[in-house]
């Protein structure tokens, strides 16, 4: 049967597709994305060959592509299970059709058929700063002090833009490194915005992936599964930390104290050196008092009571002198080894229990490692009991 959508989207679709007349009310709505049928992405990404895979995430695959019209594209396949309904799919769908923001990753499209859930996204050159500028040995790019400024700016402005000005706000849920892409100019785009959503609540194997990583996850969040966007203020208060260290926040290969970025950043604070957190491939040549200044925006942002963090329109404020930070305001942030109740300068009780947390941890080529967390919001603490030892 011939599709009954002629110009859907503005463009003209042409596979043969079964259609349910609900879908159609459905997409009538939408009116900034392409619909593309499942034929035009598997020709554009070769049969999605494993040639053209560029990534494995919590949501499935993604494979580079050129479409039709000679774009490239992110082609992202979610996985099967995440099949829900087209309704819900493309609820979520025209949502994030919607917003537009210099450094927000940019849907053009997506294709439902049968089971198949795929978004279609604007291809970013230079990958994630997760496998560059803390990837290691993987990435030949060379971030200088004003790159790396520039685009910690770009992603408070991202995330300002959608915590306040698109309505209903959004909370990412998951910042964090490998989900800020980089284009051919180094401008830093979000990705993964508004998918929380479109992951089923009852799939907890993907949801945990979506919920968020270790060392990223705001206190209240990892125990308490709230959600909002002070939770991705703390997040991206980490974030900060990692691209002025250019280190990951987590390495289970340093020694205990030496772990977790976040309480070294406190304990540098305390003893007046921060400057000596920045990234050493820096080579001293850097504006410390920015620097320095960028670090304690961080520490601002990963308070341990939420209502101390600031807005992300204010951290933009700060990030560009627009606003002065006050020592006054920064006290302890909320560290993770307390609410892991794991000491840091102790020793874990056992070793499996530190194997355990490595376990979580994904693929790294080089000292850096990101430690995921199995997490469903609402089972957190249960989660935290059985990956850590909390009578030390
Ligand atoms: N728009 C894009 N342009 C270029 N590469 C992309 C794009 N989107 C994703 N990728 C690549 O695919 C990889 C996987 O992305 P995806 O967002 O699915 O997972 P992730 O962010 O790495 O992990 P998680 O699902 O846990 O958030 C990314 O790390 C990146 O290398």
């Not at 040639?51 to 580079?64: D, I, P, Q, R, T």
């Not at 496998?131 to 408070?156: E, K, P, V």
């Not at 080579?283 to 410390?288: I, K, M, P, S, V």
Request: proline letters at 3%.
């Amino acid at each position: 049967m011939t599709s009954c959508f002629s110009f859907l989207f503005g463009r003209k679709v042409t596979s043969s597709v079964i259609r349910d007349p609900e879908i159609d009310e459905e997409l009538a709505g939408i009116h900034n994305v392409i619909l593309y049928t499942y034929k035009e992405l598997s020709i554009a990404t070769e049969d999605f060959s494993p040639a053209n895979k560029v990534g494995e995430g919590g949501f499935g695959s993604v494979y580079k592509g050129k479409l039709k019209d000679g774009k490239i594209a992110a082609v992202k396949v979610l996985a099967a299970e995440s099949s829900q309904g087209v309704n819900e799919f493309l609820t979520e769908i025209k949502v994030i059709s919607e917003i537009e923001h210099e450094n927000l990753v940019k849907l053009y499209g997506c294709c439902v058929e049968g089971n198949h859930r795929i978004l279609v996204y604007n291809y970013l050159e230079n990958n994630s700063l997760a496998q560059t500028l803390l990837g290691g040995r993987c990435s030949n790019i060379f971030f200088d002090w004003q790159t790396r400024a520039r685009i910690c700016i770009g992603i408070a402005r991202g995330f300002a833009f959608l915590h306040e000005e698109v309505k209903p706000h959004i909370v990412h849920r998951d910042i964090k490194a490998s989900n800020i892409l980089l284009d051919k100019d180094l401008t830093p785009k979000i990705s993964d915005f508004g998918l929380a959503k479109l992951i089923p609540a009852n799939m907890t194997h993907v949801s945990t992936r979506v919920a968020g990583t270790i060392g990223y996850l705001a206190p209240e969040y990892a125990v308490r599964g709230q959600v909002n966007r002070k939770a991705d203020i703390y997040s991206f208060g980490v974030l900060l930390l990692e691209i002025v260290s250019g280190k990951c926040n987590t390495n289970t290969r340093l020694p205990l104290e030496e772990q977790f970025l976040l309480e070294r950043t406190w304990r540098h604070y305390q003893e007046g050196i921060l400057v000596g957190l920045v990234d050493t491939s820096l080579n001293g040549e850097f504006d410390a008092e920015e620097a320095c200044k960028f670090l304690k925006v961080g520490l601002l942002c990963t308070q341990e009571v939420p209502k101390l963090r600031p807005s992300m329109s204010t951290v933009v404020k700060m990030l560009t002198g627009k606003m002065d930070v006050y020592d006054s305001k920064i006290t302890e942030p909320g560290l993770i080894s307390d609410f892991m109740d794991l000491k840091v300068g102790g020793k874990p009780k056992n070793e499996v229990d530190m194997k355990t947390l490595s376990s979580y941890n994904t693929p790294s080529t080089s000292d850096n490692q990101d430690t995921t967390m199995s997490i469903a919001s609402t089972a957190t603490t249960t989660t935290f009991a059985m990956h850590y030892d909390r009578s030390m």
